[in-house]
C-alpha cells in the first residue's frame, strides 16, 4: 500500500504545535500499522476488533481532552486531530473513542459525584470498562426532549423503563449512561451497569453502514438503578446536548480524516489508470473534480482548527460546533462520492476505501444531529426564530 499523504494546500501543519503534531503522527502511525491492514475484513464480517482497544487506551485516546483521572488532558485541537486521524481508518473507530470519551466519560466527569469520578473513570480511561449513550429512541431521535424513557424513585432506587436505539458499543459496553424522564418530568442522567436486573442490551443487525461499529439498543423492563448511580449534577435535557456537542466537535474533525483518505487514494489512482492513451489524471474532467475536492477539504481544515482554538480558549458556541459539523461532514460525504466515481468499477471493490468511507459517513451525516438540523440549530442563531416546531 503507498504511503498516505495528507493533503495541506494551505500549510495548516504549520498552525499546529509541535505537541500536537507529535499526537496527531502518533495516531497517523497508530492507523496505518493497526487499523488499515484489517479493516476491510473487519467491515465484511461486521465486527468490531475489541482487540484494538488496550492500544488505543495505551495511547492515552480515551477521555483525552479530559483532567485527571487517569486522563490524558490534550488540548482541543489535539483531540481533534486523533479524531481525524482515526476517521482516516474507519468512521467506526472514531465513533468508538468518541462515544467512550465525549459520550460517556464526559458525562460523568463533568455531572457526576466525585465517588462516581473515581470509581468509573480510570478504567473508562484503560479501556477496562467500556460505555455507551443511551439518548436516543425508536421514535424519538431528533426531537430527544419527547423521550418516554422514565424513572420513578422507589426507596434507595430508581426504576427505568424504556427503550433507546441506535446506540454505539451498545452490546459490547459495561455500563451505559441513560437519559430518562424523571417523577419532576425533567431528563436525569443514569449509570446503568450491564448485568443490572432488568436492563437488556442487543446489537442491530443488518447495517449496511459503519459495519466496524457495534450499534444496538437498549432495553429496560423495571430495570432497578442505585440511587447511588444517578449523575447528581443533570437536571434538565441540556446536560445531554453538552455531552452532544462534545461529540459533535469530533465529528467535525473526523469527517476531515474520511475525505482525506479518500481523496488520497483517488488522486494516487488517477495518475496511474490509463485511458485514452494517458493517465486520467491529464484529463480536464477529472482535474476539475480533485481541485474542488482539494478546495473543500482545505475549507474543512481551517473551520476545523479555529473552532478547535475556540474551544481551548473557552469561547466556543454550540451553533459554530453545529456550523462545522454539518459542513465538514457534507464535504466528506461529497468527497467519497466523488473519489468512487474517479476510481470507475474499482470503486466498488472493498480493496479500495472509497465506497466504505461513502456508506459509513451517510450514518455520520444523519447522526449527533443530522444534516438539515443543524442548518436549523444554525439558522436560529442567525435570525433568532426557532423554526423546529
Known sequence: MKKYEALDLYNVDSLLSEEERMIRDTVREFVDKEILPIIGERYREGTFPMELVPKIADLGLLGASLEGYGCAGMNAVASGLIAQELERGDSGFRSFVSV?????????????????????????AKGETIGCFGLTEPDFGSNPSGMLTRAVKKGNEYV???TKRWITNASIAHLAVVWARGEDDRIHGFVVERGTRGFVPRELKGKLSLRASDTGELIMEDCRVPAANKLPNTESLKSALQCLNQARYGIAWGAIGAAQACFDEALDYSKSRIMFDKPIAGF????????????????????????GRLKDDGKIKHWQISLAKRNNVAVALETARVCRDILGANGILDEYQAMRHMCNLESVYTYEGTHDIHALILGEHLTGIGAFK
Not at 459520550?103 to 478504567?123: D, N, V
Not at 476539475?288 to 473543500?296: G, I
Open 100 to 124: 467512550q470519551g465525549s459520550l460517556c466519560m464526559y458525562p460523568i466527569h463533568a455531572f457526576g459525584s466525585e465517588e462516581q469520578k473515581k470509581r468509573w473513570l480510570p478504567k473508562m
Open 160 to 162: 427505568l423503563n424504556g
Open 284 to 307: 480536464q474532467l477529472v482535474q476539475n473534480k480533485l481541485s474542488h475536492m482539494a478546495t473543500e477539504i482545505t475549507k474543512a481544515q481551517l473551520l476545523a482548527l479555529q473552532l
